[in-house]
């Protein structure tokens, strides 16, 4: 493993342990040269995943990238970084055992959708504005609707006034 500090290609492993969740190993590392200390996550890869954009283009798939646009949806949001974690290895896991190397970015979305939904609903509400690209306020009320469970196509039901 490279040195981040001063890219030594001799570092060394000072403690391993298995995360909470046991679905990586956290290795704390020091390089000799520099002393300088980190950490890595070593996980297990089932298969190589390509992501298919929308405009068509494949990238390869980057668990990072999807750990950053779930951070900030739950910016200042009480939410335990070890759930979010769970989250990310559970959607990886998900795509990874579905078969195929290649996953359109809308199935990575549609997965990150379903676990906000359940972890917090105001990072739902973040990530849906941007996934399905809100133009106006009234989008923010349909999903907010949506999410408390209304029916997002039928008016609302007024309550009559009480009569005297």
Not at 116 to 129: E, G, K, Q
Request: proline share 5%.
């Amino acid at each position: 493993m490279r040195c981040p500090y001063c890219g030594s290609l001799d570092t060394q492993v000072k403690d391993s342990r298995p995360t909470e969740d046991a679905s990586a190993i956290r290795r704390r590392r020091v390089c000799p040269d520099c002393a300088g200390r980190f950490t890595t996550f070593e996980r297990v890869q089932l298969r190589e995943l390509t992501v298919v954009k929308r405009s068509g283009r494949r990238v390869p798939f980057d668990r990072d990238k999807l750990m950053q646009s779930l951070t900030l949806s739950l910016r200042k949001r009480p939410v335990d970084p070890e759930r979010v974690e769970r989250m990310v290895n559970g959607i990886v896991r998900q795509l990874e055992s579905q078969g195929e190397g290649e996953v359109h970015s809308e199935r990575i979305g549609e997965l990150v959708m379903e676990g906000l939904r359940a972890l917090d609903p105001i990072a739902y509400v973040r990530f849906a504005s941007v996934y399905k690209n809100f133009r106006e306020a009234s989008d923010f009320s349909t999903i907010i609707d949506e999410l408390a469970g209304g029916e997002t196509d039928a008016p609302k039901a007024r309550k009559a006034p009480d009569s005297v």
